[in-house]
């Protein structure tokens, strides 16, 4: 007994093309890209005023104490060097990311995949931005307050403007922190909308 395939009709259109994405899923997109931008614009503008913190003070310079001028940078703490690396990571993660989630919101395949990938990735810059603040911040302490028991002097009655800059990056990299946090939340939220 021989099986026979029916032959497909003739006229018959092709399938449809798939359906445009909800407008939910759409409108998530939309604010995941415009959290994203904020993102870059604040580890943007936290990396530019870290780079531009340098600042010449006069230094009593032991054995003479004699005052001489001396350059404060960004770059003679290793912690601080860490903070604009990280940063510039950061900086670039969100513009990589936002132009996913641009071509994720214009394809309406694999959301799922792509708001899993994103918190992955956001939780991962998040600890990276998270532990360079802790250990800028740490500096930024010392240079402020000091430490007498180790007699580490403060350098910010002397350093003003260095020190400014230093705290000016540091607020803007605990926003970058915080908006981290809401494109984790944001994410998660439409992953569990999507598979329940």
Known sequence: ????????????????????????????????????????ASTLVSVLVMVTSKQTGLILVPPLQIPQPVDAKFTHSPALVYFVAALSVACLYSIISALASFLAMSSPRHH??????????????LAI?????????????????????????????????????????????????????????????SLYSLIS
């Open 1 to 40: 007994m021989e099986s026979t395939v029916p032959e497909p009709e003739k006229g018959v259109a092709p399938p449809p093309p798939p359906p445009p994405p909800p407008k939910s899923v759409a409108e998530r997109f939309l604010y995941d890209i415009i959290l994203r931008v904020w993102l870059f």
């Open 112 to 125: 799922t995949k792509t708001f899993l990938h994103f918190i992955f990735m956001d939780t991962l810059i």
């Open 129 to 189: 931005v998270v532990a360079a603040a802790g250990s800028a911040g740490g500096v930024a302490y010392i240079g402020l307050k000091g430490n007498s028991h180790t007699g580490w002097a403060k350098i910010c009655n002397v350093y003003d403007t260095f020190c400014e800059h230093i705290a000016g990056s540091l607020g803007l990299s605990l926003l970058a922190a915080i908006l981290l946090i809401f494109l984790i939340m944001l994410s998660s939220h």
